[in-house]
């Protein structure tokens, strides 16, 4: 065993390939929650409480690695967080999707699926890597779908016995834009770009200034119109709100033909829109 931890429920045992809570589970319809609780995931299961890892102290050590570059595992002394719930396999067991960063815009954060299996035994089933666009949760034909992007392609999986079963690979298609930039046809040590544009077909030339960040093949843009007015920018929160944001990093931004409330659509990268709400550019989730 390699770690212990008690709490007011109970005392539970962290196993080294999988957390064995019984030889099967305690109860036919047992109540499972997650959640971050100083550094640890804990489970909470028929009030026993189980910790299934635990970044501050790097246990247990086979989930973790000590940078940053290896694949869908976690960083000792990085973050981590619960991004969703759900009964992906359709067992009656809650399942979470895990993330799990070293912090910082060194890399895309890491996913993997923590899930309960009828033998007693928590699992911890890496999903993607270098993803940048966190994990989906889809409902088809009555289950549950598990999208994910990275570069230009969508993956579809389905969720059984503890196995990622692949369903869908396919490379997103771009939206044609009318005029755009791309970071990879910038030339090396070039700090700058910028395109014109008449942005709300008024016949004047509007600008989009940007910064090349060659490192990670993105631009940072501001838009503003011919008369010098900013266009800002928002994102979605997790509860609906618009969040101001000076930029949209993007590897790609093209001004599409087709306008809302009398200004051009964005796309970032292959396919995520942005369209003008009367007070700026919103930028919408992208497909899976």
């Not at 960083?75 to 910082?104: H, K, M, P, R, Y």
């Not at 004047?204 to 940072?220: F, N, P």
């Not at 010098?228 to 929160?237: E, I, S, Y």
């Not at 200004?263 to 990268?269: P, Q």
Request: aromatic content about 8%; overall charge negative.
């Amino acid at each position: 065993m390699s770690s212990l931890r008690k709490s007011t429920l109970g005392v539970a045992l962290l196993g080294v390939s999988a957390l064995a809570v019984s030889e099967t589970v305690a109860s036919a319809n047992p109540e499972i929650t997650y959640e971050m609780r100083d550094h640890a995931l804990v489970a909470t299961l028929d009030d026993l409480e189980y910790v299934i890892f635990d970044v501050a102290t790097g246990t247990p050590a086979h989930l973790f690695v000590s940078d940053a570059n290896a694949s869908a595992l976690l960083v000792e002394n990085g973050f981590a967080w619960v991004e969703a719930t759900a009964d992906l396999d359709q067992d009656g067991l809650l399942d979470a999707i895990v993330g799990s960063s070293a912090g910082g815009n060194c890399c895309a954060p890491a996913y993997a699926i923590i899930s309960l299996l009828a033998d007693g035994s928590f699992r911890f089933s890496p999903v993607i890597d270098w993803a940048w666009n966190p994990p989906q949760i889809l409902e088809q034909d009555d289950t549950f779908i598990l999208a994910t992007r990275t570069d230009n392609h969508l993956y579809h999986h389905r969720y059984t016995q503890g196995q990622l079963i692949l369903l869908e690979e396919r490379t997103i298609a771009e939206r044609v834009a009318i005029a755009e930039l791309r970071a990879a046809l910038v030339d090396d040590g070039t700090t700058s770009a910028s395109l014109e544009v008449d942005l709300n077909a008024d016949g004047a030339i509007d600008t989009v200034q940007c910064e090349v960040w060659q490192r990670w093949d993105s631009l940072l843009c501001q838009f503003a119109l011919a008369d010098g007015t900013a266009l800002p920018m928002f994102v979605k929160g997790t509860n609906g709100e618009l969040m101001r944001v000076d930029n949209h990093g993007c590897s790609r931004y093209g001004v599409l033909p087709s306008m809302t409330n009398g200004l051009h659509d964005l796309v970032c990268d292959e396919d995520t829109l942005a369209t003008w709400n009367g007070e700026g550019y919103v930028w919408q989730l992208p497909a899976f």
